[in-house]
T-cell receptor, first 114, second 111 residues
Framework: EAQVTQNPRYLITVTGKKLTVTCSQN?????MSWYRQDPGLGLRQIYY???????DKGDVPEGYKVSRKEKRNFPLILESPSPNQTSLYFC?????????????FGPGTRLTVT | AQSVTQLGSHVSVSEGALVLLRCNYS??????LFWYVQYPNQGLQLLLK??????LVKGINGFEAEFKKSETSFHLTKPSAHMSDAAEYFC?????????FGSGTRLQVQP
């Protein structure tokens, strides 16, 4: 089944404790992206990747890191999480970055930082 | 960069009534336009999209949207609401690198 998977689905952590949220897709998509969803703000892009070893900042990259060493994986790293990073995070992938291609979303990761 | 406005963060309709969710995008070169739906505790899934050609686009679950270049709008409609339509809906024009999401409209359907 074609899908985007994320782990963990739920995470509660404390300020400053490094964490990684994994994202994997099995559709051989070139483009992958991370979004955060906050009430009243819709989805905002954190980082994106056009292909392996090619990543770039989105609209809200502060406090996050990403890497793209393999085509299928695009982990999101919070080196020192803070309470303002409490949010719902979505990973998405698409065949390419532009054009009328649908983005496929993972199920989301709900992160709480205390 | 694209920007998008969704009028009304909450819309409530009765079951069987018309659904109209409004979306206006910025007036730069029209990109591709998407509507996504998010059911409770789920990720987003594509409802419909406009790329080129016919300006009236039909999607899943009886939804449709009309691209109006002169009004820079891409409003979502459904003739008759069903209880299962209760969800949050996002309009998203796409630029070169990303979708730009609206702030979302939560649709409530009253019995």
């Amino acid at each position: 089944e074609a899908q985007v998977t994320q782990n963990p689905r739920y995470l509660i952590t404390v300020t400053g404790k490094k964490l990684t949220v994994t994202c994997s897709q099995n559709m051989n998509h070139e483009y992958m992206s991370w979004y955060r969803q906050d009430p009243g703000l819709g989805l905002r892009q954190i980082y994106y990747s056009m292909n392996v070893e090619v990543t770039d900042k989105g609209d809200v990259p502060e406090g996050y890191k990403v890497s793209r060493k393999e085509k299928r994986n695009f982990p999101l790293i919070l080196e020192s999480p803070s309470p303002n990073q409490t949010s719902l995070y979505f990973c998405a992938s698409s065949p390419v970055s532009f054009g009328g291609y649908e983005q496929y979303f993972g199920p989301g990761t709900r992160l709480t930082v205390t | 960069a694209q920007s998008v406005t969704q009028l009304g963060s909450h819309v409530s309709v009765s079951e069987g009534a018309l659904v109209l969710l409004r979306c206006n995008y910025s007036s730069s070169v029209p990109p591709y336009l998407f509507w996504y739906v998010q059911y409770p505790n789920q990720g987003l899934q594509l409802l419909l999209k406009y790329t080129t050609g016919a300006t009236l686009v039909k999607g899943i679950n009886g939804f449709e949207a009309e691209f109006k270049k002169s009004e820079t709008s891409f409003h979502l409609t459904k003739p008759s609401a069903h209880m299962s339509d209760a969800a949050e809906y996002f309009c998203a024009p796409t630029g070169r690198r990303a979708l730009t999401f609206g702030s979302g409209t939560r649709l409530q359907v009253q019995p």
